[in-house]
């Protein structure tokens, strides 16, 4: 990345100004955290990157994160955590139940399938219900429109999920077709890919790219010892100005606390639920259901209604070992400070 990007190039907008103290200007460096590893970040402010130490006792931070720093002989230290203007999450990998924090303050987040067996309304579904819950505009980019007999059909079917839904339908090969991005690519701006594996993100961000991304990748950065290693940069500049954050992982995407997003993608069914006859109905067999009616007459097809019900029953999961996992963090955090509180006294004695 350039290391002499200004504050608006990366991002920085009103929102985080209003957060930062008349004082806090003065004494501390705004900086956007581009690279994250366990026990440090790298945050790039307008006058470059720096290398900050992160205990893990510190609120967590994610690539996209803003930051005010403050400096300490030759080192920066992180001093404290904007607050984030879009933020997406997901179940921690494998059966152990933590959210991890994917990515902060993304605007847009392009959601790329192919028009071909990869097309499944049901993951358009999922991924959209993640992009309302996180805050971030959702774009749905359909790839190898050229190799589609009928991308048309695609399109309508989307229209029917939701007719607001911006949907994009290209040649990812071709750099004229996908030029249909660049409205959301501006100086500024802060996008994301996600998707199933080949179904064309990389040449899609290759052909956005000024350079290809790969060969910009590595930041180097002088270890404790003073020797060189490179480190991956999850924050790459578009032609145009925009922002890639491009992190590994966002591709196993699953629901965590995010009824809220559920129900902003599945606005239509939210709506008929509320005129149900019984406000708890499961919308199954009950008399004056809205749901079943609409089911009936064709208004709303049984598949979108069954992933309705699965995504908000695997979103209830998650949110309910969510719970118990922080509340079993909260009892472990008070027993530490117990058995801290009876040391001090011990000592006192
Ligand atoms: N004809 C055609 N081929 C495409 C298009 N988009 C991608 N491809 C091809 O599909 C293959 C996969 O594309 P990638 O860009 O690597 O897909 P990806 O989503 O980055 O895949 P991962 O890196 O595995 O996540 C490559 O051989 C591309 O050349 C398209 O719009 N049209
Ligand atoms: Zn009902």
């Known amino acids: 990345m350039n290391t002499h990007l200004n504050l608006s190039q990366l991002g920085w907008r009103t929102f985080f100004q209003q957060q930062v103290t008349l004082d806090e200007l003065e004494t501390t460096l705004i900086a956007r955290v581009i690279a994250y590893h366990r026990d440090h970040f790298i945050a790039q402010a307008e006058n470059g990157c720096h290398k900050v130490q992160h205990h893990s006792t510190q609120s967590p931070l994610t690539v996209g994160d803003w930051l005010l720093l403050k400096q300490h002989e030759q080192h920066w230290l992180y001093y404290r955590l904007l607050e984030r203007l ?8 494998g059966s152990k139940l933590t959210e991890q924090l994917i990515a902060a303050n993304i605007d847009t987040l392009f959601i790329v399938s192919s028009h071909n067996k990869d097309f499944n309304l049901s993951r358009f579904e999922r991924y959209l219900a993640l992009a309302h819950q996180s805050g971030c505009t959702p ?11 009928e991308p ?22 071709d750099n004229l077709s996908i030029e249909q991005l660049r ?12 998707g199933s594996s080949g179904v064309g993100k990389s040449s899609l961000v290759n052909g956005l790219s000024e350079l290809p991304v790969a060969t910009t990748a590595g930041i ?10 490179t480190t991956h940069r999850a924050l790459h500049v578009l032609e145009g100005g925009a922002l890639l954050l491009d992190t590994p992982g966002v591709r196993e995407l699953q629901l965590a606390d995010c009824q809220h997003g559920v129900e902003l993608a599945f606005s239509e069914i939210s709506e008929l639920a509320e005129q149900c006859r019984f406000a708890d109905c499961y919308h199954q067999q009950e ?4 749901v079943q009616q609409a089911l009936q007459q064709g208004r709303l097809t049984q598949r979108r209604l069954d992933n309705y019900h699965k995504l908000l029953k695997e979103q209830q999961h ?3 070992s969510l719970a118990q996992l922080r509340s079993h963090d909260r009892s472990l955090g008070r027993f530490y400070r117990n058995v801290q509180k009876d040391m001090r006294n011990l000592k006192g004695r």
């Open 86 to 93: 879009t933020v997406l999450s997901r179940k921690g990998a």
């Open 139 to 149: 774009v749905v980019v359909l790839t190898k429109r050229d190799q589609c007999e």
């Open 152 to 173: 048309e059909q695609h399109l309508a079917q989307l229209a029917e999920l939701d007719r607001h839904l911006i949907v994009l339908s290209v040649n990812a090969l």
């Open 183 to 194: 409205p959301w690519c501006s100086s500024g701006q802060t996008v994301a890919f996600v």
């Open 220 to 229: 180097r950065e002088d270890d404790s010892k003073g020797r060189h290693t």
């Open 287 to 290: 008399p004056g259901c809205k």
């Open 318 to 320: 998650n949110a309910r």
